[in-house]
């Protein structure tokens, strides 16, 4: 999506090594956050940043931590990742916030051996 | 309280039919109601949304029909195409910058030639 970029798109992780999603975005929004998709449980928020070094959990936090030292990227890192990690990793960015909606990236998929 | 609930999981309509998502929500300070779209392998894309002070919306064939005594929201999409094919989520959120989007678990919407 235009202003948003996810890296990398697909990703084969071994059981306990550590790894990290990138998101990148080019329009200077404020907001920015972190969603995992699963069948059958849709769109779950694991953190988001409402500026630089300003961050906080979403709902599925467990495992997983963030950071954002420059406006433009926000990273997410699983410290020893899980079999349970296994999902699609969505990224999503907002000028004002909730209100006004989100504008989504195109995912990295993750898998977790 | 933060919860919106979506329904059904899975819809299968013939082309030329009128698929209904509907859903339903608790928190009466919600001031913003957005449906995504979302296709297989890409990041959910905003469809449509509304806010409270109207109770319906079209554009295009997609119309939002909104009953704020009932608390509840749905999406109809007219004269649907195979290319209507997608996951929809309803989301729901309230007025500040800090506020986040409330997803519904989706619907998988299929529409057969």
């Known amino acids: 999506d235009a202003g948003i970029t996810q890296s990398p798109r697909h990703k084969v992780t071994e059981t306990g090594t550590p790894v990290t999603l990138r998101c990148h975005q080019t329009e200077n929004h404020r907001y920015m956050y972190w969603y995992r998709q699963d069948p059958g449980h849709g769109l779950r928020l694991i953190h988001y940043s409402y500026g630089v070094k300003d961050t906080d959990k979403g709902e599925v936090s467990d495992g997983y931590s963030v950071s954002r030292s420059k406006t433009e990227d926000f990273l997410l890192t699983l410290e020893s990742a899980t079999s349970s990690q296994t999902s699609v990793y969505f990224c999503?960015?907002?000028?004002?916030?909730?209100?006004?909606?989100?504008?989504f990236g195109s995912g990295t998929r993750l898998t977790v051996v | 309280q933060q919860q919106v609930k979506q329904s059904p999981q899975s819809l299968i309509v013939q082309k030329g039919g009128i698929p209904i998502i509907n859903c339903a929500y608790e928190?009466?300070?919600?001031?913003?109601f957005p449906w995504y779209q979302q296709f297989p392998g890409k990041g959910p894309a905003l469809l449509i949304a509304?806010?409270?002070?109207?109770s319906e919306k079209k554009e295009g064939r997609f119309t939002i029909s909104f009953n704020k005594s009932a608390k509840q929201f749905s999406l109809h999409i007219m004269d649907s195409q195979p290319g209507d094919s997608a996951t929809y989520f309803c989301a729901a959120s309230r007025q500040g910058g800090s506020e986040k989007l409330v997803f519904g678990k989706g619907t998988k919407l299929t529409v057969n030639p």
């Open positions: 999503a960015i907002s000028r004002t916030g909730g209100n006004y909606g989100y504008t």
């Open positions: 509304i806010r409270p002070d109207v």
């Open positions: 928190n009466t300070a919600f001031d913003y």
